[in-house]
């Protein structure tokens, strides 16, 4: 029996949204029936948008969303390891884990928007260097979790350097909350998922992107002896849907895209032919979750028309 795919909300607030915008978003979703909810971590919106009023800083949301939530899975896609030094990172996640009762995920990736590191002053190395520190973020973060109370973690790489650290507090969840990472890099990427993901994650590709990714994640896995099907295999895909043409089309227009582009790249049409996308995604590349990107936070019945006549097609 196929297993049942879980439905997340993925939003993007540094396009311009508040914490009540947020908020609003999260519980909708919660109530509708959400396996979680997630959100971006940059500090500058995208596009010909304003982003007014200014982004939000993620952390700050999703401490505030684990008081006010009771049931959703919270999480980043993904939080920059350029943004934070693993140590405090560490402490935050486990900080906000205990907060939401156990229901964090951690989403880390190396970094890429270049221009919202000069906007704020963040420093932005090259490719390699910064793949580099994302490694050694990974190894830090699990390793601080990993530590057993009463022992000090100490780590010493090229980049960061931690010496009889504490490792406190410890995250609700144990031995640590899931660990996302994600990616089109053919050799790194997969390596590192190999090595301390528990979740794999493919941002907006098409069905044979994600298959050949998918398959590199599977090759690494092997090559240092571990199970790939202990690696939950997920997609980001933006979503568009109406229950007629007209619904589609005006749904579009109020995220500047265009109908037939949606289609094409993203999750667009009506109930049945998203369920029907969906489910050949699924087939074909194994996916278990998959984060809808949803781009008009004020459009709350999108997001339950989509519980309520896609997510049980799936089911």
Same mark, same amino acid.
């Not at 700050?60 to 993904?78: D, N, P, V």
């Not at 990172?89 to 880390?108: I, K, N, P, W």
């Not at 963040?122 to 973060?141: G, K, N, S, V, W």
């Given at each position: 029996?196929?297993?049942?795919? %879980?439905?997340?909300?993925?939003?993007?607030?540094?396009?311009?949204?508040?914490?009540?915008?947020?908020?609003?978003?999260?519980?909708?979703?919660?109530?509708?029936? @959400?396996?979680?909810?997630?959100?971006?971590?940059?500090?500058? %919106?995208?596009? &010909?948008?304003?982003?007014? /009023?200014?982004?939000?800083?993620?952390?700050?949301?999703?401490?505030?969303?684990?008081?006010?939530?009771? =049931?959703?899975?919270?999480?980043?896609?993904?939080?920059?390891?350029?943004?934070? @030094?693993?140590? /405090?990172?560490?402490?935050?996640?486990?900080?906000?884990?205990?907060?939401?009762?156990?229901?964090?995920?951690?989403?880390?990736?190396?970094?890429?928007?270049?221009?919202?590191?000069?906007?704020?002053?963040?420093?932005?190395?090259?490719?390699?260097?910064?793949?580099?520190?994302?490694?050694?973020?990974?190894?830090?973060?699990?390793?601080?979790?990993?530590?057993?109370?009463?022992?000090?973690?100490?780590? =010493?790489?090229?980049? @960061?350097?931690?010496?009889?650290?504490?490792?406190?507090? %410890?995250?609700?969840?144990?031995?640590?909350?899931?660990?996302?990472?994600?990616?089109?890099?053919?050799?790194?990427?997969?390596?590192?998922?190999?090595?301390?993901?528990?979740?794999?994650?493919? /941002?907006?590709?098409?069905?044979?992107?994600?298959?050949?990714?998918?398959?590199?994640?599977?090759?690494?896995?092997?090559?240092?002896?571990?199970?790939?099907?202990?690696?939950? =295999? &997920?997609?980001?895909?933006?979503?568009?849907?109406?229950?007629?043409?007209?619904?589609?089309? =005006?749904?579009?227009?109020?995220?500047?895209?265009?109908?037939?582009?949606?289609?094409?790249?993203?999750?667009?049409?009506?109930?049945?032919?998203?369920?029907? %996308?969906?489910? &050949?995604?699924?087939?074909?590349?194994?996916?278990?979750?998959?984060?809808?990107?949803?781009?008009?936070? &004020?459009?709350?019945?999108?997001?339950?028309?989509?519980?309520?006549?896609?997510? /049980?097609?799936?089911?």
């Amino acid at each position: 029996m196929t297993e049942a795919l %879980k439905f997340r909300i993925f939003t993007e607030p540094q396009q311009g949204a508040t914490y009540e915008d947020l908020l609003r978003v999260a519980r909708c979703a919660e109530d509708a029936g @959400y396996d979680a909810f997630f959100r971006s971590d940059h500090y500058l %919106k995208m596009g &010909s948008v304003t982003g007014e /009023p200014g982004p939000t800083d993620a952390w700050t949301t999703l401490a505030g969303l684990a008081r006010e939530t009771t =049931r959703l899975r919270l999480g980043t896609l993904m939080t920059a390891a350029t943004f934070r @030094y693993p140590g /405090p990172l560490a402490v935050t996640v486990a900080q906000v884990d205990q907060m939401s009762g156990g229901r964090v995920e951690f989403g880390l990736g190396a970094g890429w928007y270049t221009e919202e590191h000069t906007a704020y002053g963040i420093p932005f190395p090259a490719t390699r260097e910064r793949f580099d520190r994302y490694a050694e973020q990974l190894e830090i973060i699990t390793g601080l979790w990993a530590t057993p109370v009463g022992q000090t973690y100490t780590f =010493r790489g090229r980049h @960061y350097e931690l010496v009889d650290a504490p490792a406190l507090p %410890k995250p609700a969840q144990r031995p640590r909350p899931p660990v996302l990472v994600g990616g089109l890099g053919a050799k790194r990427t997969p390596a590192l998922a190999a090595r301390f993901a528990d979740e794999f994650n493919l /941002p907006f590709v098409d069905v044979e992107t994600a298959v050949t990714q998918f398959d590199r994640v599977t090759a690494a896995c092997a090559e240092i002896g571990r199970d790939a099907t202990e690696i939950t =295999r &997920s997609a980001a895909l933006v979503v568009c849907v109406g229950r007629d043409e007209a619904e589609v089309a =005006r749904r579009a227009g109020a995220i500047g895209r265009e109908v037939e582009e949606l289609r094409l790249n993203g999750l667009c049409g009506t109930p049945a032919e998203v369920a029907d %996308k969906l489910g &050949s995604y699924r087939e074909r590349t194994g996916l278990q979750r998959v984060y809808l990107q949803v781009l008009d936070l &004020s459009d709350l019945d999108h997001v339950e028309l989509i519980a309520a006549e896609v997510a /049980p097609q799936l089911g």
